[in-house]
């Protein structure tokens, strides 16, 4: 997780994330009022633009001039998510709230409200996050520890090179 650090780049007259290495982008949405709270401590709001790809979710506030510039934290450093549900007496379900429980212990609760009439977007971002989520949870990041490595002979004189073995098969 990380606070106004997010390297960005303008495109299409845009400010937008620099993409990490194979990311594919999933979802974003503008404008969001983006709020989280961190340990139940600090908190940050901001509207902006809002952004989820395969390896990150991440925030852009519309003002670059506010104290809460960016956000972004890794799918893959999130080992829990629980979802809250916000709906207020019309039935007007406009806001996605969910508290993350980190690898490092940290827990960030964080809401991100809609315009009422951009519930359908909420939805699609909620399906995108879930799905997500859940594959990220059941792909462990890759490490030096548990990277499946075999060796191959490269040549005849008993010389051999490192490369990745594909992961092992279950059902």
Do not use: C
């Amino acid at each position: 997780m990380s606070i106004n650090s997010l390297p960005t780049r303008i495109q299409d007259e845009e400010i937008v994330p620099i993409p990490l290495e194979h990311e594919s982008y999933f979802y974003r949405h503008s404008p969001v009022k983006f709020t989280f709270e961190l340990n139940n401590i600090i908190k940050h709001s901001a509207t902006g633009m809002i952004f989820l790809t395969d390896k990150r979710l991440m925030f852009i506030s519309e003002d670059l001039n506010e104290k809460f510039q960016t956000f972004y934290i890794k799918l893959a450093d999130i080992v829990s998510s629980v979802r809250s549900v916000n709906m207020n007496f019309f039935g007007n379900n406009n806001v996605f709230s969910v508290t993350n429980k980190l690898r490092n212990g940290d827990a960030i609760k964080m809401s991100i409200e809609y315009d009422p009439v951009d519930t359908e977007d909420k939805r699609i971002f909620e399906d995108y996050y879930g799905m997500l989520i859940t594959w990220t949870s059941k792909v462990p990041p890759v490490t030096a520890k548990n990277k499946n490595f075999s060796f191959k002979k490269s040549n005849p004189s008993d010389q051999y090179e490192q490369y990745e073995s594909p992961p092992p098969y279950s059902t």
